[in-house]
Structures are given as C-alpha cells and as structure tokens.
C-alpha cells in the first residue's frame, strides 16, 4: 500500500489526535505535537522512521513492538499517550512559543486530573519551553506535578539523529526500571 501524498498530509495540518490516557497509569508518554503523517494515519507516533515504538519495547516497556495501530493496548501496560500541543503540524519548529507555554498549562491540567506516576516528556527542549524550565536537561526532574514524577527523554522521532535507536532504549529502560520501583 502506498503512502500518502504531500497534499494528502497537507491536509491534515491542524487535526488531532485523541489521547490514549486513563486514571493511574504508570507512565503518561507525552510526544511534541503529532506530525501529518500521524494525523492522517490517526495514531501516535505513526510516522515510519520514527523510533517510539521500537523504544517502548527494546526497553522492557511492552513484550514486543507495537505499531502504532496498537496504541490502546498501552493502557493494559500502565502506559499512555499526549502531546504537549494537540495540534499537527508539518514540524515542531511551526508550534510558537505561546503556543508550548499553552500547551504545558494543558498537559498540567491533565496530569492534575489522571495522575499518573510518571508523565514522561518526549524532547527537552519542548519541556524547557512548554513548562518554563530552560535549564532542564534530561531524566527524572526536580519538580514533579502533583504526586507525578517527570522524566524528560529525547525525541523518538528519525529526525533526532543524537540519540542512536540503543542508546534512546537504554534511557526508556532507565524510565521503566524507576517506575516498576515506585
């Protein structure tokens, strides 16, 4: 089957994508924004290329890789997904400034509501803009949200070329082993 065309994803600008969250998770996985592709496939990190699912499972977080059609088997885990800003776009660098600091006013609201253990930011320098912590560098953070821990890790996405598909593992496996030891 054949991709999308780039005025197909176009068309997507400005959709979004539904959260896969519940009360109680272990971990809330919480993405930038969804891309195009994403939007048009209507699944979290749906792009080819992008490493979030094989990260989850070389990490111990789930027993095999999942697609991202499979995304709602990650509540069964403990395991969900947001995004700072709901909206897609063709790249983070189009989200603005405001647009994050709103955006981690929202995530805020909705770690508040569902309390989550651990609400693990995906890119840190979207966490230093979108929750006003321009130092922060990646891990478990000094100030967590409620009774919610927060771990900043790197950007899963193909583009992050920084973060080797083992090392991205090793610092998923490092989120897992402080949550099952919560």
């Not at 405001?98 to 006013?105: D, I, K, T, Y």
């Amino acid at each position: 089957m054949a991709g999308p065309t780039r005025a197909q994803l176009f068309a997507f600008q400005d959709r979004c994508i539904e959260d896969v969250i519940a009360p109680g998770l272990r971990v809330l996985f919480c993405g930038i924004n969804p891309g195009l592709y994403t939007a048009w496939a209507g699944h979290h990190f749906a792009r080819p290329g992008n490493r979030f699912w094989p990260a989850l499972y070389r990490s111990g977080f789930t027993s095999r890789q999942l697609a991202a059609a499979e995304q709602w088997e990650l509540l069964d885990l403990g395991l969900g997904v947001t995004n700072v800003v709901a909206r897609a776009s063709a790249t983070a660098a189009e989200l603005s400034a405001a647009e994050l600091r709103e955006g981690g006013s929202q995530v805020t609201a909705r770690v508040e509501r569902f309390a989550p253990s651990y609400l693990a930011v995906l890119g840190v320098t979207a966490y230093r803009a979108a929750f006003g912590r321009p130092k922060a560098g990646l891990g478990l953070q000094p100030s967590a949200i409620g009774a919610t821990k927060v771990w900043v890790l790197p950007n899963p996405s193909g583009l992050n070329a920084h973060y080797t598909p083992a090392r991205l593992a090793e610092l998923f496996a490092d989120l897992r082993i402080a949550a099952e030891a919560d």
